[in-house]
């Protein structure tokens, strides 16, 4: 081991006394907006990427100035929940600590600020502190924000699982105090300090966890690392089924890289539940690999190691018995959208955002429309992994109230096309470093002619998982979408068809690196094709797999890429 | 020249010389005059030279003193003690910096030449001088006969504030103005001339000797140059780039001139002067305003040109000075606009936000060309502090430029020189341009410290001075303060000044962008918060520059400067001013302010 070289990553998280590195000499350097380089990999644990307005790089070199650094900062909000109090101080904080002044929804039920100029970083970290809010671990070779249903319609059965994936999140956080040393003013630790379940150099890449309740596979649990699939008797949560190996990211033309959904570990109880998730991921700690970056997260460790083995080594390191998986049964990914009533009579409504921008425009007021309901609702916000909003909670009596700020502001009453309601992009350019084409500023553009497509063939009423990304890392799980669209380069996306509509079968590459024409082309046959021939029911993704048009993936280790 | 036009004011020799070298020579053949003037050349070099600068009975000395912030008073003072040198006047040319006060009461004729600047004040080599002439030290002069000379800028409430001192201090200490004190305005010329005649010719009765020497002291730096104000060399613009982000409020221009193959050089802390157009649009809009002709014909140096092209080649078109408010006034029977001269802060407050175009749109009128162009002053090139070091850029020249631009009266005005380098210049169009000597702003020896404050375009000449600092491998430490309104769009050479801090050329920095937070910062609260270091670098030898907004930073930084020397050194207020004034003296507190 000790004449192998390691992934650089290795010796800066090695060498950071538990993620303290030199941030914060890096905070008081003024010469420059940017930190320190090693620390730009350690701030990810504390939540934060540095990141540069990409548009104005070439601009501002010829002025003598530096890129426009600033950084990308993510919450830690386990199962998407805020209070109204919450998000009026999110709000506040977006307007007056960032340049862009908006708030993006995420994939992973969260929420993220873009252009934090660096002497903002710390008054913003401290703003969402006073809101019992943080950031910790949200990015990073750690565990980060857990996902959870958010739609509470089987209200107390919603209400347990969310209770798991909190406390999964804070078992699971990093026990440094840097986070409170550097951006709260905690004090400093003398001595030693431990790191007890991660150890100081953490884990070899990115961990994710979702927690999902059935039929509702919104949270996509298998693309994640470690998943748990509520498992309910008479109403009332008995245990998990266990998921592990998932995950999206995948390095252009390296074909040793693929996108992966998880493997069944196998049912267990609810009170084995904090056990089992240490010691997969003490597991993964142990096992993965430390040298390639690119291929160390767990998705690679489970094909390496096989299923069978990686669950007797959690078996074995956690006492506990795993049993087989229980039946279930998942049948959508969306988000239910407009007034749903749970069993315990509370309302909850679901809104559309637009690739979960928070923004004002003409006409569409977002964050203006959310500031307003939360000055008077009694309830909570639930953020959802297709990137929507959810006002949770109204009682009967609030319910006009609420809709009618939300129709004032045209966030409510615009029609939705399915194809629109099951679809997703990640952020790209201008901020993120790794796009390598548009996604949030061209999709809705995009998505409007796909649907134009699907008038045209008169099935303009099928719901289609559709998800685009600027890069291949998949932050919007394209593989995992039924038309998946991966950039390439300026205009060019790589096209992915195939994937089933529940997220149990990933998406195969059909064309390479083609722009918006070809791309319509590719579909416009296929469209057509299958509203002549579709079964009743029949997915889109489905009948192309059934049809042999695309080879299914049924191991993406081995098929994905052939 | 031909020896029928030789006479004794255009060169050394007395007129009864001049008459005896004619008859000699009258009557020689080309051969003739040819085999003498190598007689004569052969004469001259086996002669002593020496014996030539030891005139024989050398009367009293014409001591020409001289106060300059910018140069210009260096320079007049150059040329007066040049032609009076030609007069065969022995002359002392010295800077009021390098006077000894106590050499002061053995002098018997003095040429006071200083301008003045900002709201009153004497330039800094003169400060000293000014102060000791008002103090009770200063020594009785009835021996002495002096004349002043004062530069300055009528649009400015105290004009020539520090000739007038001169004059009246010298007066007082009982000596004798022999020729009245004349205030020159930004266009000087003309007046110079006039006066250095009438003074040559007074002192030429009692100081003239019949053989002339190179007398001058050594105090004349001799320029290698041909180019100057009057002779600008044709350069070519080779870029104009804006150097602030989309976000600033200010257009800031980098712009990067060729002095290629012109052997025109300069040092750190010298100014370019450059001569401008005024922009056409601006001229049209003018000439119609008053009821002329663009194409009419006018005199303008004795030669015949447009109208138009006078507006824009030779007459000031945006600064406005009182002169021009009256004579419009007068010329157009506009009693509103004459009477507003009679009061000078009433006046002063009408012209501050206006320019000429504004007058006239203001009050229109029409009067003839003649009467427009005695109202108007002639153009004068700006002078903008170089931002480069030949060590670094070779044959050229860099400035930083603020793009004056604004909306008045609704409408868009702007900056006439600015404006010309920024949008009427295009890369590879000529320009003419000079260099302007400044020995008030210099770097200290290689291994001396410097701090450098310069918010604004104030950090052009420190660019230039880490430029030199970098190419020396100078052991002396680097320290700037910098300042503008936001670090994201306007940290004017950001990406330099990263360069030159990694590669341990640029030792400490400190930055104050005053709009990046709730209250202003600016870099004089970064000095009073860095005081007990900054008061230890100048203890230990460093030399202090200040270079931007003479109106209020300069004053405010300097205040600051005070307050760090008195708490950190343990002075009093009294004794901090003193210490600074030491510094000045000792040229390590140094200003280039506008």
Known sequence: MTDVKLAANEYIKADSNLLRGTI????????????????????????????????????????????????????????????????LDIDKIASSLTMNQSIRLTTRQTFQYHGILKRNLKPLIQALDLSSLDSIAACGDVNRNVMCNPNPVESSLHQETYEW???????????????????????????????PMYGKTYLPRKFKIAVAVPPHNDVDVYTNCLGFIAISENGKLIGFNVTVGGGMGATHGDKSTYPRLADDLGFIKLADTIAVAREVITTQRDWGNRVDRKLARIKYTVQKHGIEKFRDEVAKRSGVTIEPPRTIKFTTRGDRFGWVKGTDNKWHLTLYIECGRIKDVPGKEVQTCFREIAKVHQGDFRMTSNQNMIVANVAEADKAAIEGIARKYGVLGERLTPLREHSIACVSLPTCALGM???????????????SLLTKH???????????????NGCARPYAAEIGLVGKGPGRYNLYLGAAFDGTRLSKMVRENINEAEIMDELDGRFERFALNRQTQENFGDFLVRTQEVKAVLSSARDFHD | MLLQQLSSLSSPLSDQQVTSLQQATANMSAVELSWVSGYLAGLAQSSDQSAIVAAPVPSATLTVLYGSQTGNAKGVAKQVAEAATAQGINVSLVSMADYKTKALKDETHLLVIVSTHGEGEAPDDAEQLHQFLASKRAPKLAGLEFAVLGLGDTSYEFYCQTAIDFELRLSALGAKSILDRRDCDVDYDSDVLAWQGQIIELLNETLSQPVAATAVSAGVATTTSQYSKQNPLSATLLASNKITGRGANKDVRHIEISLEDSGLSYQPGDALGVWFDNDPILVNELIELVGLQ?????????????????????????????GFVSTYGEATAQSNLVELGTDKAVMREYIANRQVIDVIRQNRGSLSSEQLLAALRKLTPRLY?????????????????????YDAFDKAHQGAASSYLSHRLAEGDTLRVFVEHNDNFRLPSADKSVIMIGPGTGIAPFRSFLQQRDNDDASGQNWLFFGNQHFTDDFLYQTELQDFQKRGVLNRIDLAFSRDQAHKVYVQDRIKEQGK????????????????????????????????IELHGNKTNEQAQQYLTQLKTDKRYQKDVY
């Not at chain 2, 000031?316 to 009182?322: N, R, S, V």
């Open chain 1, 165 to 195: 994936s909190k406390q999964l999140s804070e078992q699971l956080l990093p026990r440094t105090n840097a986070y409170a040393e550097i951006w709260l003013d905690g004090e400093k630790v003398r001595g030693h300090e431990e790191e």
């Open chain 1, 24 to 87: 914060e000499e890096g905070l008081q350097n003024h010469i420059t907006g940017a930190l320190y380089d090693d620390d730009t990999q350690l701030s990810k644990f504390h939540g934060f990427y540095q990141q540069d307005d990409r548009d104005l790089r070439g601009e501002r070199k010829a002025q003598k100035l530096e890129p426009l650094h600033s950084f990308m900062l993510r919450a830690r909000v386990p199962g998407g929940v805020c209070t109204s109090q919450q998000w």
């Open chain 2, 294 to 322: 663009a194409e009419q014909l006018v005199n303008v140096n004795d030669q015949e040109i447009s109208l138009a092209q006078a507006l824009i080649q030779h007459y000031e078109l945006t600064q406005l000075h009182p």
């Open chain 1, 458 to 472: 008169g099935i303009s009423d099928q719901p289609i998982v559709m998800r685009m990304t600027g890069c291949p």
């Open chain 2, 385 to 405: 502090s170089i931002a480069s070091s030949v060590s670094e850029v070779d044959e050229e020249v860099h400035l930083t430029v603020a793009v004056v631009e």
């Open chain 1, 437 to 451: 084409a548009e996604a949030e500023r061209y999709f809705p553009e995009f998505t409007d002619k796909v649907d």
């Open chain 2, 533 to 564: 270091d900054l008061y230890q670098w100048l203890e230990d030898g460093a030399s202090l520059y200040i270079c931007g907004d003479g109106n209020q930073m300069a004053k405010d930084v300097h205040q600051a400067l005070v307050e760090a």
